[in-house]
Nanobody
Framework: QVQLVESGGGSVQAGGSLRLSCAAS????????AGWFRQVPGKEREGVAV???????RYADSVKGRFTVTRDNAKNSLYLQMNSLKSEDTGMYYC???????????????????WGQGTQVTVFS
């Protein structure tokens, strides 16, 4: 059984930083497109950052220059370093991975078949 478990969420003042981690078990995320999504109540889940099997990354415009997604294949883990946090970054953050090994890797949430339970990030002023 594949599991994705997020950690690292919390409350932080605007301008601060947080680092989210996602640990994969089962057949893991090595060789798969993986990424981070976030959701606030009443809104659709949105893609924040993804990283393909070769380490190529894509970001939502709203987080470019502030967030960095990385992966550690040896640890079967995914990370999201979030700097210069803003109140609009508040939300539930989900780790996700595709179920097919392919080069294509976009922030289309419907292309991801494996999801974690989420970790809450709250940014206050």
């Amino acid at each position: 059984q594949v599991q994705l478990v997020e950690s690292g969420g919390g409350s932080v003042q605007a301008g601060g930083s947080l680092r989210l981690s996602c640990a994969a078990s089962g057949y893991g995320i090595v060789g798969y497109c993986a990424g981070w999504f976030r959701q606030v109540p009443g809104k659709e889940r949105e893609g924040v950052a993804v990283i393909d099997r070769d380490g190529i990354t894509r970001y939502a415009d709203s987080v470019k220059g502030r967030f960095t997604v990385t992966r550690d294949n040896a640890k079967n883990s995914l990370y999201l370093q979030m700097n210069s946090l803003k109140s609009e970054d508040t939300g539930m953050y989900y780790c996700a991975a595709r179920t097919i090994r392919e080069k294509s890797c976009s922030t289309n949430m419907y292309a991801f078949g494996r999801w974690g339970q989420g970790t809450q990030v709250t940014v206050f002023s």
